[in-house]
């Protein structure tokens, strides 16, 4: 299966039009790392997008501003596990919150980033210095698949890896030309590995 929008989600909420962006990635991430290891490795929980409301509700609960962005409190508190750190999982953000494994900058070296997930890797990207104050997208990597969150748009699924149902080639450079093609200046990815080696 080509790259292709599987999902359409809204990105609205009565009463609060930020932040639904990084909530709606953030209860997404939480349910596939919930089914991680029992259901294909996640990839039919990735297929699942979490309601607008949900992801107004959490933001709500979240916002008491005890950190700098709202979405490193929930990944901290309920999907990152410290015991899944890895050799060689490298934090190239400071300050640094303790919410990922690994992290850094992809502006310029999408295809390195997502080349370097392994099965079961998630990625929130958090986008910054363009035309709002800021966007939310979250990338699962799965045994067959790999799946792009954008909740301005909605659900994407590609084929993960070369050999995957049939196919010659992954969509790996499809889901780089996608992230690349945001007008922001900063792309901080915050990775976690949802499933132990």
Not at 28 to 54: E, H, M, Y
Not at 83 to 99: E, I, S, W, Y
């Amino acid at each position: 299966m080509a790259f292709a929008i599987r999902q359409e989600f809204t990105n609205t909420a009565v009463g609060n039009e930020a932040g639904v962006c990084e909530a709606a990635v953030c209860l997404w991430l939480k349910r596939i790392k919930d089914r991680v290891g029992a259901f294909n490795w996640g990839s039919s929980a990735a297929d699942w997008l979490p309601t607008t409301q949900d992801a107004n509700t959490l933001y709500n609960e979240f916002g008491g501003n005890q950190y700098l962005y709202t979405y490193q409190s929930y990944l901290q508190l309920r999907v990152y596990d410290a015991g899944k750190a890895r050799a060689g999982d490298h934090q190239g953000l400071v300050p640094f919150t303790p919410c990922c494994h690994y992290s850094g900058d992809a502006i310029g070296r999408w295809e390195d980033v997502l080349d370097g997930m392994k099965k079961g890797d998630a990625l929130l990207v958090a986008l910054s210095g363009g035309v709002a104050v800021g966007h939310a997208i979250g990338v699962y990597r799965g045994t067959d698949y790999i799946f792009l969150f954008d909740p301005n748009v909605g659900l994407y699924r590609g084929n993960g890896w070369p050999g995957c149902c049939g196919c010659k080639r992954d969509d790996l450079e499809q889901v780089a030309d996608h992230l690349a093609g945001f007008p922001w200046t900063s792309a901080d990815y915050f990775g976690i590995h949802l499933r132990t080696v």
